[in-house]
Nanobody, 125 residues
Framework: VQLQASGGGLVQAGGSLRLSCAAS????????MGWFRQAPGKEREFVAV????????LYRDSVKGRFTISRHNAKNTVWLQMNSLKPEDTAVYYC???????????????????WGQGTLVTVSS
């Protein structure tokens, strides 16, 4: 599967952005879809994940209540709606796909064999 992330940009603290990830190449419903981010000088970290049919989601604690992950299987797209953005949310955001069984390891970047190219989100204070 090929993944194309978009929607990043520069926003003031408290603002909102919606990231999109378009998938192509394989049946989209095979995949759990995750969002990760990587800030300068830091390791890539889990942000959110949604299972293949949208019935299950997980978030890192620092984004709960502010970010929402969703998907539309007929459009082969997953979104990350980000509200109340903070400067510490600044990072390159990546979407990723995993076709394996949903386990407690789903928040780990190593679980995902397919990655998009990343989109930069910059939140100014």
């Amino acid at each position: 599967v090929q993944l194309q992330a978009s929607g990043g940009g520069l926003v003031q603290a408290g603002g909102s952005l919606r990231l999109s990830c378009a998938a192509s190449g394989r049946t989209f419903t095979r995949y759990h879809m995750g969002w990760f981010r990587q800030a300068p000088g830091k390791e890539r970290e889990f942000v959110a994940v949604i299972n293949w049919n949208g019935s299950n989601t997980l978030y890192r604690d620092s984004v709960k209540g502010r970010f929402t992950i969703s998907r539309h299987n007929a459009k082969n797209t997953v979104w990350l709606q980000m509200n109340s953005l903070k400067p510490e949310d600044t990072a390159v955001y990546y979407c990723a796909a995993d076709y394996r069984q949903w386990t407690e390891l789903i928040t780990g970047a190593t679980e995902y064999p397919y990655w998009g190219q990343g989109t930069l989100v910059t939140v100014s204070s």
